[in-house]
């Protein structure tokens, strides 16, 4: 395997959910911090099953100023104010989210496919194309239709997304992400682990994921799947 700087290849996994906009701010910003690095090309991203809602009822589905509104007690007002905030965030970063249109669901389905697209090699492939559908394009995330199509969108064959969405696969593999992130701490998400060796939480600034990455490449650890 690639070594960076004669240790291992620096492995970073990332535990993110795909209607999370910081987490897509995270993104964003851990890209940046690779253009600059001298090694990216010898850098391993993995990203990995979190839901920040498990809770939320299976085919429910609701308008996201609804959600935070109920879960914030806030007004209408106060959450729109919030999302703006956050809007002007992304955008900052190249992301236009589109908060009118965006539903919260159940992410269960979403995380199975992104799975799937890791055992294709498609893993940032698809969490990005996940991410981008539903932060700003409006798409509903539990609609296997509209997963099989985003799925294809990256390269994953559509009849394969759809048997795997009318079975149980990978439902395993997702709790087992949860598990992990759980066991290394991350309260939240985005959490970006380098090679278990270096933890950072939230959309931190490209500096502060540029400074781990040039520790963790020095530093021996332990990359494991």
């Not at 990332?14 to 987490?23: E, I, K, Q, Y």
Request: aromatic share 6%; hydrophobic share 40%.
């Amino acid at each position: 395997m690639p070594a960076v700087n004669g240790q291992q290849r620096l492995r970073i996994e990332v535990w993110s959910d795909v209607v999370c906009p910081w987490c897509y701010i995270g993104k964003r910003r851990l890209d940046k911090a690779l253009d600059q690095f001298g090694h990216a090309d010898e850098v391993e991203v993995v990203w990995r099953s979190f839901q920040l809602d498990p809770a939320h009822r299976e085919g429910a589905r609701e308008a996201v100023y609804d959600a935070l509104a109920r879960k914030t007690g806030g007004s209408p007002a106060q959450v729109r104010a919030m999302t703006g905030q956050l809007a002007q965030l992304g955008a900052a970063e190249g992301l236009a989210y589109d908060f009118d249109r965006a539903v919260l669901v159940n992410t269960f389905d979403a995380h199975r496919l992104n799975q799937l697209g890791r055992a294709h090699g498609l893993g940032t492939q698809t969490h990005e194309r996940l991410m981008r559908a539903h932060l700003t394009e409006g798409e509903i995330l539990d609609d296997t239709e509209t997963l099989v199509r985003l799925g294809n969108d990256v390269g994953i064959p559509a009849e394969e997304t759809r048997t795997v969405l009318a079975g149980d696969a990978y439902a395993a593999d997702v709790l087992q992400d949860t598990r992990q992130a759980q066991a290394l701490g991350a309260g939240g998400v985005p959490f970006f682990a380098l090679n278990r060796t270096y933890g950072l939480s939230g959309a931190q600034p490209v500096d502060t994921f540029l400074s781990a990455l040039h520790k963790a490449a020095a530093t021996p650890g332990t990359a494991t799947r």
